[in-house]
Structures are given as C-alpha cells and as structure tokens.
C-alpha cells in the first residue's frame, strides 16, 4: 500500500517531468544536398542544466516505488558532478537529506551547485573509494544508497513514459525523416544508451545505436572484446562519461556501433558548435558530435539518406575556466588544430578522413 507521503512524493516528480521533459530539439545545419539531417536534443534546458536531471528524477522514483525511500529518508550518492547536482534537486523538493560522496579533488564550483539545492559532500581522497563510502553512509544513518552505475539501465522506463527516446522520436514525427538512421550517446552509467537501444527494439524501429567513448574509459574496450572485467586505471578529462570500469548498469547488448574518440577532438568539436550553431556545451556533446561526423560521412559515402539524433548533455557555461579556456587545453598537451581541420572539412565534403 502507498502511503500518503509517498504518494505526495511520486506526484511531485511526476510534475516536474511534465514541466520539463520536452526539452528541445535543435536542428545542425548540414548542406541541405547530402539529404541527412543531424539533431541536437537540449538537455542542457533541465531546471538542473544537464541530462542527468532525467536520471536523477528515475533514480529518486525507483526508490520510492520500492519502498526504499520514505519521509526522512536520507538519500546518498556517490558523485561528484551533474548526476548529484540533479539528485540534490530533487531531494530538497521531497524535503529529504541528501549526502554525496566526492574526491577531496572536487572543484568548489561544483561542491557550491550541490550545496546550492541543499545538499551536502562527504570528502574522500581517491575516487576509488566513493561507492564504498557511500554504501557505507547509507548503512549507517538507515539512508539510501541510489548507485547510479548500478541502477541507470533499470530505473528508466524503457517502454515510454515520456522517456528520452520517447520525447525524440515525438519531436521527429512531422521531420521529412522521422525514424533516424542512427542514435548517438556517451555512456557515463549506460543509462541512456539502454534506453534507447531498449526502445527502438521495443516499437520495432530501423533506428542504430551508436556509443561514443573518451580516452580512459573502458567501455569501448569491454564492448569491443565481451569482457566486462576490462579496466583502465585511469580517470576521463570528459565529464560525464567515461569510466575506469565497464559499469553494472552499461548494457553491451542493445548497442550497434562504438568509437573512441580522442579528448581533444570533443573540445575542438563543441568550439566548433559554438561558432556554427551559437550553442555552448560541455565536453561529452563534442564526444556525441565527433562520433555523428562520422556516421554522416558513412552514409554519404553510402549514397544514403536520413537523420541522426545527438544530445547536448549540459551547459558550456560550466566549463568557462577548462574546455573553452586555452591555458588550460594546453596544460592538457591537445592540439585542437587538427581535429577542427577535419571537422571543418567534413562540412565541407562530406568526407571524413583520418590523417
């Protein structure tokens, strides 16, 4: 039986996804010739500025429907950037306390987006130790411990619901190519490429999914060779995707494609966004953008037409200080000449090549 509290609470959810789950849909101007048209779905548009806000609210809802989360239950994550900036959100507007756990490296801005919906960080020295310090924590005080790697690819619902995939493939009706050839994403906790993947097998569509990964990550390695025990040891410049592990909540299965894509073409390619489109995004969008370039230019060396969906994950204002700051690209080592070079003739041909 719901209780009154917890059935208070899913309808303030439920009210923020009607507020907010059509985000926009923006079109990348490509030459209008090759006949495919490329998508930016603006998740950077959240209350919460990025596309972890849909997670965050799945996350939140999973554990009410559960019966994990109750009044004054505390609510614990272990994260440091936009996933625990959407869940303090949340957890402020259901009135429950919320901890995250965060390396001692966190950068103040981020502990002050935390903080500023009511948060609050738990420091600890090395990332490795965040989920078993969060599992801790919520042991301790009764909380709940919501692990977004390991429970992204179950709390959505795949079948709808208003869902990501189910918000794009509305926007696309009335496009001249309303189902897309290809469907491009990051993968941070593999939520949202299990999502999609999940939903275009489900309504039975054409629709391929493509994965995009950054340096240090081990996704594309454990796609690519079946072992999920695949590690790096390393930590992704790409924030908000990318992991040292093959997370329990990535979904091998429902992907077609993967890329890894070097760091510096994802900063060059949202500075090319920038100046083509007005638009300012972080870094993983660039990941999204690379990996698009390059099945556009598979198609058109196909002869085919169509469209392809991307995301904008979140804002390029919270990155004024490290992706759009040459100081601090250079203190990386990238050149980001040559992958603008190749971008900026992709636009122009339609060829993608690598030099």
């Known amino acids: 039986m719901t209780s009154d509290w917890t059935g208070s609470a899913i309808a303030l959810l439920e009210a923020d996804a009607n507020r907010s789950a059509d985000t926009h849909l923006h079109v990348f101007p490509l030459p209008a010739e090759w006949g495919i048209d490329l998508y930016l779905k603006d998740e950077s548009v959240h209350p919460t500025g990025s596309l972890k806000h849909r997670l965050a609210r799945s996350l939140i809802l999973y554990g009410l429907v559960n019966g994990r989360i109750r009044e004054n239950t505390t609510l614990v994550e272990a994260s440091s950037g936009s996933t625990a900036v959407s869940e303090a959100y949340f957890a402020r507007m259901l009135g429950l306390p919320f901890v995250t756990v965060v390396p001692r490296s966190t950068s103040q801005e981020k502990i002050d987006l935390i903080e500023f919906y009511g948060g609050s960080c738990h420091f600890v020295d090395s990332s490795p130790e965040m989920a078993p310090e969060a599992e801790r924590l919520a042991a301790e005080c009764g909380g709940h411990f919501l692990d977004q790697f390991t429970y992204a690819e179950r709390a959505t619902d795949w079948r709808g619901n208003n869902n990501i995939a189910e918000s794009v493939f509305s926007q696309l009706e009335h496009e001249r190519h309303p189902v897309p050839s290809w469907i491009v994403v990051g993968a941070g906790t593999g939520g949202t490429s299990a999502t999609f993947g999940r939903y275009v097998r489900y309504r039975r569509h054409h629709t391929r999914i493509a994965v995009v990964d950054p340096e240090g990550s081990a996704f594309y390695e454990g796609w690519r060779t079946g072992d999920p025990s695949v590690t790096t040891g390393c930590q992704s410049r790409i924030e908000g995707i990318g992991r040292p592990r093959v997370e329990p909540s990535f979904v091998p299965g429902v992907i077609d494609e993967m890329f890894p894509v070097p760091d510096a073409a994802s900063v060059a390619a949202i500075r090319l966004l920038r100046s083509r489109t007005l638009h300012w995004a972080g870094g993983s969008t660039g990941t999204n953008l690379v990996g698009a370039f390059q099945l556009i230019a598979r198609m ?39 992958h603008r070079a190749r971008m900026e003739r992709f636009l122009a041909s339609g060829e993608w090549t690598e030099d």
């Open 300 to 338: 058109r060396a196909r002869g085919e037409q169509g469209s392809v969906v991307t995301l904008i994950c979140d804002s390029g204002t919270r990155y004024l200080d490290t992706y759009y700051s040459d100081e601090w690209v250079a203190a990386q080592g990238w050149d980001l000449a040559p």
